[in-house]
């Protein structure tokens, strides 16, 4: 099984310019979460979704899109880069959102914004 | 006061030593929690999970958890290079929190 998968897994933007994060997972997961990762520091959610067609922010949003108009499928939109939202992105999915349940973590991209 | 706090490290032990993580967590945080290796440029991968106080063993690791002091510790014994990545202590309370990461090295 593919489980999470991502895509690209390396960008470079220039400031201004706009993308969308691919992620899609093949488990029937309802939950499905956008993480990104700062160097030396945790992961910090931007946004999550319980299913398809709801989506909610997370710790940190400003500065980014979501949709979720189908279970498989979580794109992550940028619309306006800046150097700030230079970052690796994680996507994840779990199949029900409970707190004893694991994440299943995509590979990662990595994005550079010069 | 962060949700999940950790010592960044690096944490540095020799071959077939125990390394001990340690974690601190809030109040606002207090379901479940988790232990998470990562290897550099790599995604996490879970390896431990503790729900209620006390040990958890699961091979090499044991996962400890005291909600009274608001702790939670990984242990690895006989560590093994290959254990050399970052490890992410995380809790749940309606989202996933995690910590900054404790980076371990393990040296043969």
């Known amino acids: 099984n593919a489980g999470v998968t991502q895509t690209p897994k390396f960008r470079i933007l220039k400031i201004g310019q706009s993308m969308t994060l691919q992620c899609t997972q093949d488990?029937?997961?309802?939950?499905m979460y956008w993480y990104r990762q700062d160097p030396g520091m945790g992961l910090k959610l931007i946004y999550y979704?319980?299913?398809?067609?709801?989506?909610d922010k997370g710790e940190v949003p400003n500065g980014y899109n979501v949709s979720r108009s189908t279970t498989e499928d979580f794109p992550l939109r940028l619309e306006l880069a800046a150097p700030s939202q230079t970052s690796v992105y994680f996507c994840?999915?779990?199949?029900?959102?409970?707190?004893?349940?694991?994440?299943?973590f995509g590979s990662g991209t990595q994005l550079s914004v010069l | 006061q962060k949700e999940v706090e950790q010592n960044s490290g690096p944490l540095s032990v020799p071959e077939g030593a125990i390394a001990s993580l340690n974690c601190t967590y809030s109040?606002?945080?207090?379901?479940?929690f988790f232990w998470y290796r990562q290897y550099s440029g790599k995604s996490p991968e879970l390896i431990m999970s503790i729900y209620s106080n006390g040990d958890k063993e699961d091979g090499r690791f044991t996962a400890q958890l005291n909600k009274a002091s608001q702790y939670v510790s990984l242990l690895i014994r006989d560590s093994q290079p290959s254990d050399s990545a970052t490890y992410l202590c995380a809790a749940t309370f309606n989202q996933f929190y995690f910590g900054t990461g404790t980076s371990l090295t393990v040296i043969p």
């Open positions: 979704s319980v299913g398809a067609g709801i989506t």
């Open positions: 488990m029937n997961h309802n939950y």
């Open positions: 109040d606002r945080v207090s379901q479940s």
């Open positions: 994840a999915s779990s199949y029900s959102g409970r707190p004893n349940e694991k994440l299943f």
